[in-house]
């Protein structure tokens, strides 16, 4: 690969589904006294290096493909 830009993909939990991570991370925080948090969602965030002229639709084919689970989760793909 010649010249590389830098793609990120944001996935997130959709809302409604159960977020377990999410809910353990809250609980922990009411624990050390973060009473002020009322929810907790949990994602992952995929950093690419992709040739030059990679389109945004080319990624977001990736992210729909393989890298997020669209059943349960929405992603926004953002290019460098």
Request: net charge neutral; proline share 2%; hydrophobic share 45%.
């Amino acid at each position: 690969m010649k010249s590389a830009r830098k793609a990120r993909v944001t996935v997130s939990l959709k809302p409604g589904v159960l977020d377990p991570q999410g809910r353990a991370i809250q609980h922990a925080l009411e624990g050390l006294g973060f009473g002020q948090v009322s929810d907790v969602r949990v994602g992952k965030v995929i950093e690419l290096d992709v040739a030059e002229g990679t389109t945004e639709e080319q990624v977001a084919e990736m992210a729909r493909k393989l890298l997020a689970n669209t059943v349960i989760e929405n992603f926004k793909v953002e290019l460098a």
